[in-house]
């Protein structure tokens, strides 16, 4: 079964970091884009960062230079280094990875359960 899992969440104070983790298990064959994506209590899902391919990254203005995305395309994972925190971070942190091909199955886009991140003093 082919699924995302994200690890690295948790309570952190306000200027602190975090690294969030995501790997794709399963017999993959490959991966188009994969990235990071937030949503904030009452408010709708945003992109936070991604990598579509190539090492081409984009970022939400709101975390550039503080969030750094580094994808491994032969382990099918990627991370997400959070440095300089702010209360406004705070949200549900999901794994998405886009054209997913592996055994059995294709898929346009896969997410992961996500994990929290709370910024908070």
């Known amino acids: 079964q082919v699924r995302l899992v994200e690890s690295g969440g948790g309570l952190v104070q306000p200027g602190g970091s975090l690294r969030l983790s995501c790997a794709a298990f399963?017999?993959?064959?490959?991966?188009?884009?994969m990235g990071w994506y937030r949503q904030a209590p009452g408010k709708q899902r945003e992109l936070v960062a991604v990598?579509?391919?190539?090492?081409?990254?984009n970022y939400a203005d709101s975390v550039k230079g503080r969030f750094t995305i580094f994808r491994d395309y032969a382990k099918n994972t990627v991370n997400l280094q959070m440095d300089s925190l702010k209360p406004e971070d705070t949200a549900v942190y999901y794994c998405?990875?886009?054209?997913?091909?592996?055994?059995?199955?294709?898929?346009?886009?896969?997410w992961g359960q996500g994990t929290l991140v709370n910024v908070s003093s």
């Open positions: 998405k990875a886009e054209k997913l091909g592996a055994a059995g199955l294709w898929s346009p886009e896969l």
């Open positions: 399963g017999t993959i064959y490959s991966i188009g884009a």
């Open positions: 990598d579509i391919g190539d090492h081409k990254i």
